[in-house]
C-alpha cells in the first residue's frame, strides 16, 4: 500500500534578518546625525551659489539692523568673546539679506585682518 505523499508546508519568509538590518540603519543614522540649535535671531541671508558649505562651532550672526549676536551674548558683549576666539577656528558669519554691504563690510572689519571668515549665503 502506498500512502499519498504528505503535501510539504511553504516554507515562510524569514522576516528577522530584514528587522535587525533595519533596525542597524536607524541606528546608524540617529548615532552620525548632528542636530543644530536653533540660531538665536531671525535673519534672511542674501541669495549667491555658494562653492563650498559653511560650517563651524563658531557663528556670528547678524539682524537687519546690525545687532549682532555670538553663542547667548548679544550686542557689544559678542566682541570681547569673538576676541576670545582661538585664530585658527573659522568664523561663520550668517547675516540678514536686508542688512547694507557697507555696514557688514564695517562689521567683518571689527574683527580683525587675521580672522578666517566664511559667509553663508542661501542658494
Not at 540617529?30 to 562651532?57: F, K, W, Y
Not at 545687532?67 to 540678514?96: E, K
Amino acid at each position: 500500500m502506498q500512502l499519498p505523499a504528505t503535501p510539504r508546508r511553504r516554507r515562510s519568509e524569514a522576516i528577522v534578518p530584514m528587522i535587525n538590518v533595519v533596525f542597524l540603519l536607524l541606528i546608524f543614522f540617529m548615532m552620525t546625525s548632528r542636530i543644530a540649535p536653533a540660531p538665536p535671531v531671525e535673519v534672511s541671508p542674501p541669495r549667491a551659489a555658494p562653492q563650498t558649505l559653511a560650517e563651524g562651532e563658531a557663528v556670528l550672526w547678524i539682524t537687519a539692523e546690525g545687532a549682532p549676536a555670538f553663542r547667548d551674548l548679544r550686542g557689544a558683549a559678542v566682541w570681547p568673546a569673538l576676541a576670545a576666539l582661538p585664530g585658527d577656528v573659522p568664523l561663520t558669519v550668517t547675516a540678514d539679506a536686508a542688512l547694507p554691504a557697507a555696514r557688514l563690510a564695517a562689521i567683518l572689519s571689527r574683527l580683525g585682518p587675521d580672522r578666517a571668515v566664511e559667509l553663508v549665503v542661501r542658494n
